[in-house]
């Protein structure tokens, strides 16, 4: 069985200082992880993902995120926040081989304060 | 803008009530995934179909049903209505080949509230 905990349900960050968002997971065998972003009173929208090879992984919107497989960890980045950055961000993961459903974090709102 | 459309953005019903989402994928996606999203359960996988076959099954109940037609839209059918079937539900797609690293594209949900 796969697993993803986003262990904070909230981070407060100010803006143009560095942010971090965690996700660790859990999956028998090799991962594909994913992180998406949800702005209110819209979908999901995939910002960046891991397959295999560099463990950091640069995406949309300036947002990178670094695979550790010893911590199984792929937490998100940001090196300057900014106020539009407000949002609920999921980290997910599937097994990279037969078919295994996406799943999902429980999610993490990120504010960002002027 | 994900490509992604859901028809209608709300839903007001009933208990017992039978309900019909409906989905459009992105131009050229041939999967088309279903998720329902709540305050006590998360984002929670129901079902994918992959070019008008069932690929996979997740935590979907039996009153709830789907299908895929042969223009790719997929509509989800939910049945015997309860209060605890209130939530957002989404529907995804992504592009052909079906592969685990493929990316997930979501459309902006319907809101089904059950009265």
């Known amino acids: 069985a796969q697993s993803v905990a986003q262990p904070e349900d909230q981070v407060n960050v100010a803006e143009g200082n560095p942010l971090t968002v965690k996700c660790t997971y859990s999956v028998s065998g090799n991962p594909y992880l994913f992180w998406y972003v949800q702005y209110p009173n819209r979908g999901l929208q995939f910002l960046l993902k891991?397959?295999?090879?560099?463990?950091l992984v640069k995406g949309s919107y300036g947002f990178e995120a670094e695979f550790n497989k010893s911590q199984t960890s792929f937490h998100l980045k940001k090196p300057s926040a900014l106020v539009s950055d407000s949002a609920l961000y999921f980290c997910a993961v599937r097994r990279n081989t037969g078919f295994q459903k996406l799943v999902f974090g429980t999610g993490t709102r990120l504010l960002v304060s002027p | 803008d994900s490509g992604v459309t859901q028809t209608p953005k709300h839903l007001i019903t009933a208990t017992g009530q039978r309900v019909t989402l409906r989905c459009s994928p992105r131009s050229g996606d041939l999967s088309v995934y279903w998720y329902q999203q709540s305050l006590d359960q998360g984002l929670q996988f129901l079902i994918q179909?992959?070019?008008?076959?069932?690929?996979a099954k997740g935590n979907i109940l039996e009153r709830f049903s789907a299908q895929q037609f042969p223009d790719l839209h997929s509509e989800l059918n939910l049945s015997s209505l309860e209060l605890g079937d209130s939530a957002l539900y989404f529907c995804a797609s992504s592009p052909a080949p079906d592969r685990a690293y493929n990316e997930q594209f979501f459309g902006p949900g319907t809101r089904l509230t059950v009265l």
């Open positions: 179909y992959y070019n008008g076959e069932e690929r």
């Open positions: 891991y397959i295999t090879g560099d463990n």
